[in-house]
């Protein structure tokens, strides 16, 4: 851990006695303990840098502030990923564990330092023959609830639209005129986005021969109906998002698209395709609500 000769600190004795411990006691295999010793080495020298001298000098926020650094990185190391950082800030865990286990310190400063949350994935966008299939496939052929079906998914697609966004609409936020739909997003967030032929087309399809059937079937008040909800399910009611939901993955079924396939993954290739297609990035996230 440090050069022959120089003085060695109480928290560069603590380490090595916790290697020992892993190597000799925990018998860890030899690969595993290099990489404990890389990052530890890297958690003395951040210590050392912090002018901490003693066990007693390290801190909950030292230990936070070791793991900003991890994902900032420094002169000599690259900023690591969530997942890198983390597996570093198991060590440090081990280490103060081992540290307070062994009466080498009192406390443990690193048990409420929590693991950077892993970046969340971005569904992969689907090919657009797929997206197509998936949108040729809604609703069982012939059906009213057909026209509903290939309507929502348009929608979807057409407009990167939320699920909750989409069901949320109601017929008067659609203007057919100008090709336009009133999208309300998080926050009470509002924005007006452009909607393409085929989403207008399936809609206007709906809206003349599929909803009108839907809406004889409110109950008394229907909160869907008396509301104008735009997608009404079969009780004349505002279709919900688990329904909505279940539209999406019996159209994907019948495509044969067997890939896991959800609103987002249509929200995203949505905006990819755009993308592809010289789209401003931008212009695409306003469009998305971003």
Do not use: C
């Amino acid at each position: 851990m440090v050069q022959s000769g120089s003085a060695i600190s109480e928290p560069q004795r603590a380490v090595r006695t916790y290697l020992d411990h892993l190597s000799v006691e925990r018998g860890l295999a030899a690969n595993t303990l290099t990489s404990y010793r890389r990052d530890l080495r890297r958690y003395l020298q951040f210590l050392a840098e912090s002018g901490v001298e003693q066990l007693t000098g390290v801190s909950e926020s030292t230990v936070s502030g070791f793991l900003v650094r991890l994902r900032e990185g420094d002169a000599e190391h690259p900023p690591l990923s969530s997942t890198s950082a983390a597996r570093t800030l198991v060590a440090v865990r081990g280490f103060h564990k081992f540290a307070v286990r062994d009466g080498l310190a009192d406390l443990d400063p690193a048990s409420g330092v929590k693991p950077p949350a892993p970046a969340k994935r971005l569904p992969k966008a689907l090919p657009l023959a797929d997206v197509e299939a998936i949108l040729e496939a809604a609703g069982a052929p012939g059906t009213t609830l057909a026209l509903r079906d290939r309507a929502l998914l348009e929608v979807l697609y057409g407009t990167g639209a939320r699920i909750s966004e989409a069901v949320g609409l109601d017929v008067d936020d659609l203007d057919q005129v100008d090709g336009t739909v009133l999208l309300r997003g998080k926050g009470s967030k509002e924005r007006l986005v452009p909607v393409g032929s085929y989403a207008r087309d399936a809609v206007s399809a709906y809206l003349v021969r599929g909803r009108p059937e839907l809406a004889t079937g409110a109950s008394a008040g229907s909160a869907g109906d008396r509301a104008g909800a735009l997608f009404l399910n079969a009780r004349g009611g505002r279709l919900s998002r688990q329904s909505a939901w279940a539209v999406l993955a019996k159209a994907a079924e019948r495509a044969g698209v067997t890939r896991d396939v959800s609103p987002h993954t249509l929200r995203h290739s949505f905006a990819t395709h755009l993308l592809d297609g010289g789209a401003d990035v931008r212009v695409v996230q306003e469009l998305l609500g971003h």
